[in-house]
């Protein structure tokens, strides 16, 4: 069974930082990208940022300039530093894996984020 496990979520006010990480595990094929998804309560789900496997990186408009994203040394590893927080930004962050065969995307659990004003 493919899982995705995700850390580094918390509470912080605005204005500070948080980085997130996930890390793929199990057996699976090429994957295409890895990435993060959020979503608000009464919100729709939305892209935060993607990595691909040759590095080109999307970014959802409202965290440009903000949030990075960056492959880890391990394989299958993705993190999303998340700097300049605003009280917008709480919602619940997934880190997702999109592979190449089937369109077969895989998620994690979810992780809190919460910025204060």
């Known amino acids: 069974q493919v899982q995705l496990v995700e850390s580094g979520g918390g509470l912080v006010q605005a204005g500070g930082s948080l980085r997130l990480s996930c890390a793929a595990s199990?057996?699976?094929?090429?994957?295409?990208?890895m990435g993060w998804y959020r979503q608000a309560p009464g919100n729709q789900r939305e892209l935060v940022a993607q990595?691909?496997?040759?590095?080109?990186?999307d970014y959802g408009d409202s965290v440009k300039g903000r949030f990075t994203i960056s492959r880890g040394n391990a394989k299958n590893t993705v993190y999303l530093q998340m700097n300049s927080l605003k009280p917008e930004d709480t919602a619940v962050y997934y880190c997702?894996?999109?592979?190449?065969?089937?369109?077969?995307?895989?998620w994690g659990q979810g992780t809190q984020v919460t910025v204060s004003s």
């Open positions: 997702n894996m999109k592979l190449v065969w089937n369109a077969r995307q895989y």
């Open positions: 199990g057996t699976f094929g090429s994957v295409r990208a």
């Open positions: 990595i691909t496997s040759n590095d080109g990186t």
